[in-house]
């Protein structure tokens, strides 16, 4: 919503009662490139998170975690998340793959956790039932589909991120990581080039977490 | 058209080119932005650098789209033919896409041997070379083609003997030619039916030659046009080969009239421009070239025409205009062909040609084509708001005659054209009334880079309408955006104009092909 001189009491209020309306702006912001780049940037932001809470409220945000912490195995989730955060950073990923990723291991080991307590959300949150938590414990990472493009990059995104928490569960995260970036060529595929690129980061994060909701 | 990159090389294309614009770090993502998505249309090879004796190979250029930004390229070659490229060589990149080529120096950082194909992957460019081809491609042709054409035959370097020869491929510039019997060691003339060429041999193998064609004069390049167009324009039609009634009623059909004129007016004008387009057509490569699309089925269906309308002391200017075209689904490749022919056409003259061009920027297909032409321009060639207002103009009675008008007259068939500038740079002209059919090439404006007011533009309009021995015509005057509407005028719903320097014509058929190819893509999803 934009206003032209100041703003009013009307617009203020339909800000507060209007959950579909994301900000209230002057007009003057979009007339210089510079100021109106950084605007919309600002909007587009404003419009994923307000996506994420419209799909998922931030009540239901917190009991998915907090269902989803006692199945899926200790410090899972914060790795997983933090690690998604490090490395979809620089790969052409769309935002809607990236809710799909952040909430579909929450939700289907909420759902497996507390069926019943998850039901009546059950058909909101269907769209995230692609992305699961498995065991990728016994996986070495080349026999992952990291370069085959026949495969969706959110779901080679998220074996990467299994088999990077699957190490880390085992204590051998620096090692695998490491491993990674000594066998990484300028014809790598991006996704392992990005774990070699950020392997500090990601050997930091074998440190418990909790994920913020 | 096709580029044949083992006849045309690339060295030949940068040697034409007037001025390479070179691109640096902050336009490179937007250039390979480019390319990728036009990957599909682009002809890429490659070449080791500073091996000037090797062929620049054709290969597939890509890149790992996993990536949000560009981090390497990869170029996939035949592994035979490539078997000594290494590590840490520098390659030499061309793509050609919508006739622009990109030259770019890569460096190789790691080599993948598959079984048939050997994959390089590369440092991204530092810089990017963009030249707009200026040897414009030749048409390959088809036996059909070969048919139409009239027969060629070439003389030898002292003119006595002609040889037969086959025409393998046709450019506005330049032809590949086959002979059948003995070579000529400098061919100097050729012959097309009765139409005689001065040429030069630009290149040479066993029994083909590349012949670089250099015309007299406009007209004399304007004939072999009519040649070139058989195989490069096949839909195209000089419009005085039809019945004016039908070319009247194709004007009627695509609305073009009553847009311009109004629903009353559009028909009443009919006998006064069927007596008009009989004169222009008889100027057909002088003043003003017509040119008609006719659809597979033989009717008609597009126009458009391209007129030296105005005049300054430097040359003529040529003006686009008429442009019409039935709304079929199937059109596009005859509406690409009522665009670019104009351009080719004056590509193809001698001079150094200024071209003129109004048009709406509520048209999204126009907007687009002329505001990428300007942003790729020279500094030469602009674009900018108008105000585009037509009534009639009352010459005063009082004489105003300007020292510095500078006044001249040329002939569209009978009817005259009066025409005059002044040292400022406007022009204006006046007549025949309906040398455009919605009568607006007779008028004033600055075709220059700046605004002119009406006021300004007075003492044209005066001289030309004193010349015509007139007191009052109706005419379109050309003043700025923001001028207000002058008393007793309209707004002419065309409110963009650009003039267009010849060295940027080159980008004109390159924005056209985009748009054009943009349209395809829009259909096709």
Known sequence: MLYLEQRNVSGLDQLLYNRRLLTYLPRVEFATVSRCQQIMLDLWQSYTYATQDYLISPQLQQSLVSAASRELPDGTLAFYDRALTILSAGLNISWQDLLTLRWGIVINAAQISSPQAFLPHADGLRIFSEVSYQDYGGKEITTLHTGDKTVSLARRLHEVLLHLDAQRQQGTLGAAVEKIRRGVTPASPALLKAVAKHHTLIEQLDEPAVISA | ?525
């Open chain 2, 1 to 525: 058209m096709t580029s044949h990159l083992r006849e045309v090389t690339h060295e030949e294309i940068l040697a034409q080119d007037l001025g390479t614009v070179t691109i640096d770090r902050p336009g490179i993502k937007a250039i390979l932005d480019f390319i990728f998505v036009w990957l599909d249309l682009a002809k890429c090879t490659v070449q080791l650098r500073g091996n000037a004796t090797q062929l620049a190979l054709p290969c597939n250029l890509s890149v790992d789209t996993d990536n949000l930004d560009y981090d390497s390229l990869m170029i996939q070659l035949p592994r035979e033919e490539s078997e000594c490229w290494q590590e840490g060589c520098m390659l030499q990149i061309n793509v050609e896409v919508f006739r622009r080529l990109f030259r770019f120096t890569l460096r190789c950082e790691f080599v993948h041997q598959g079984t048939e194909h050997r994959v390089l992957t590369t440092s991204l460019p530092e810089q990017i070379d963009s030249a707009n081809i200026r040897h414009l491609p030749r048409v390959r042709l088809t036996q059909a083609m070969g048919l139409a054409l009239p027969p060629l035959t070439i003389a030898d370097g002292t003119q006595t003997t002609w040889h037969e020869a086959q025409v393998l491929e046709l450019g506005l510039h330049s032809i590949l030619v086959k002979f059948s019997s003995m070579v000529p060691d400098a061919p100097t003339v050729l012959r097309f039916g009765a139409l005689e060429l001065t040429v030069t041999t630009t290149r040479r193998s066993s029994d083909t030659l590349v012949l670089q064609m250099h015309f007299r004069d406009g007209r004399q390049a304007g004939a072999f046009f009519d040649i070139y167009r058989l195989v490069a324009y096949p839909n195209l039609r000089p419009r005085h080969s039809f019945p004016t009634a039908e070319v009247f009623a194709l004007y009627m059909k695509t609305n073009y009239l009553k847009q311009f004129l109004g629903e009353d007016a559009a028909g009443a004008v009919q006998g006064e421009l069927e007596h008009i387009w009989d004169e222009v057509g008889r100027t057909q490569h002088g003043l003003s070239n017509d040119y008609v699309a006719i659809n597979g089925a033989g009717d008609l269906c597009g126009a458009s025409s391209l007129t030296q309308a105005f005049s300054d002391q430097f040359g003529p200017f040529w003006v686009f205009h008429q442009m019409c075209a039935v709304n079929e689904p199937d059109m596009l490749q005859c509406t690409r062909q009522l665009y670019n022919w104009r351009t080719e056409y004056l590509l193809a003259r001698p001079e150094s040609t200024r071209s003129l061009v109004w048009f709406r920027s509520s048209s999204r297909w126009l907007e687009r084509i002329y505001v990428k032409l300007s942003r790729l321009a020279s500094p030469r060639s602009h674009l900018r708001p108008v105000l585009w207002v037509k009534g009639v103009y009352q010459r005063p009675t009082a004489a105003t005659g300007s020292s510095r008008v500078k006044e001249s007259q040329e002939t569209f068939g009978a009817l005259p054209r009066q025409l005059a500038w002044s040292d400022s740079g406007a022009v204006a002209a006046i007549g025949p009334e309906y040398l455009n059919a919605c009568a607006s090439l007779s008028g004033a404006l600055h075709p220059g880079d700046g605004d002119v007011d009406f006021a300004a533009l007075s003492p044209l309009l005066d001289a030309v309408l004193a010349r015509g021995a007139q007191t009052a015509l109706s005419v379109h005057v050309t003043v700025p955006a923001t001028a207000p509407i002058p008393n007793g005028f309209t707004a002419h719903s065309s409110d963009r104009f650009m003039h267009i320097a010849h060295e940027d014509l080159a980008l004109l058929l390159s924005c056209v092909d985009h748009s054009i190819a943009l349209t395809q893509r829009k259909f096709s999803r």
